[in-house]
């Protein structure tokens, strides 16, 4: 018995390595134009994966007062998340963000009283469990990434918490990656404009 759990613990690590290792080699083939095309096509392929059913990438405002969905992928039926969301809307789920929280609901009652406007946020929209993994940059956080279910109910454990901070790592480099070609060109822009 514990020799077959063993085998199949093995194979899921080995399934999720050779998983994460393709998605890598998509995302860092891409040339930085075609990053925002390919994102939804990701997001799929790790929703699939992972039996998620919506997965959203989350941008703080530069005034770090509003949360902004930079992309996002649901599931057939699955409502897509709002677009933005502020200290009006989202009042706890901001600050869990601005602290570089790991926020985890297998259950939506698992979230504290003060989380009262985000359970019916969430409820209104059939989530069953939740998961947001925060983002940095520079050690700086900058976002964060969530996963929802709307079909069953997700532990978050400690493992799939690893693998989700593993793809939130690979998208999030991407992104980054494409917002410094656009610094870049847009720099240049201003050089040859000043140059004229």
Do not use: C, K
């Amino acid at each position: 018995w514990r020799r077959e759990l063993s085998d199949r613990t093995l194979r899921q690590h080995v399934e999720f390595a050779t998983f994460l290792y393709d998605l890598s080699s998509t995302f860092i083939g891409l040339g930085d134009e075609t990053v925002d095309e390919h994102m939804v096509h990701g997001f799929a392929r790790v929703g699939e994966f992972l039996e998620m059913d919506r997965i959203t990438l989350i941008e703080l405002s530069p005034t770090r007062d509003e949360m902004v969905v930079a992309h996002s992928w649901s599931s057939p039926g699955v409502p897509a998340p709002a677009p933005r969301m502020d200290r009006q809307s989202q009042p706890w789920f901001l600050d869990q963000v601005r602290r570089g929280a790991v926020s985890l609901a297998a259950d939506l009652d698992d979230l504290p009283d003060e989380a009262a406007g985000e359970r019916e946020y969430l409820r209104q929209r059939g989530v069953v469990s939740a998961a947001s993994i925060p983002l940095r940059v520079g050690g700086e956080i900058a976002g964060a990434m969530t996963f929802i279910t709307v079909n069953r109910r997700e532990s978050w454990s400690p493992e799939t918490v690893r693998r989700l901070r593993a793809i939130g790592d690979i998208v999030w480099n991407a992104v980054r990656r494409r917002q410094a070609m656009q610094a870049r060109i847009a720099a240049a822009a201003l050089v040859r404009d000043s140059e004229e």
